[in-house]
């Protein structure tokens, strides 16, 4: 059980770094040395990002928990 808990752990762990370097920067900062300054022409969030903010906290939630079974696991393991 360990074992499924690792994995899905380390794939959840490369979507997460994955999915939040696909955000759109904010302001300024290191999003500005790999192009985020650029302002875009459409104002508002769209559908798109939207779905990539609820893929981001889905995939979150699911690291924790991963995180948080793991701790139990190897705590209450015999």
């Known amino acids: 059980m360990t074992l499924v808990f ?9 979507l ?3 999915l939040v370097l696909l955000h759109k920067g904010r302001g300024g900062g ?8 650029v302002s875009s022409s459409l104002g ?6 939207k779905n990539l ?3 981001t ?6 690291w924790f928990a991963c ?4 701790g ?5 393991q015999g």
């Open 6 to 14: 690792t994995i899905l752990l380390m794939l959840t762990s490369f």
């Open 16 to 18: 997460l770094i994955g």
């Open 30 to 37: 290191m999003s500005d040395m790999f192009g985020g300054g």
């Open 44 to 49: 508002g969030s769209s559908v798109a990002e």
């Open 53 to 55: 903010d609820r893929m």
């Open 57 to 62: 906290i889905g995939i979150g939630i699911i």
């Open 67 to 70: 995180i948080v079974a793991l």
């Open 72 to 76: 139990l696991l190897l705590a209450y």
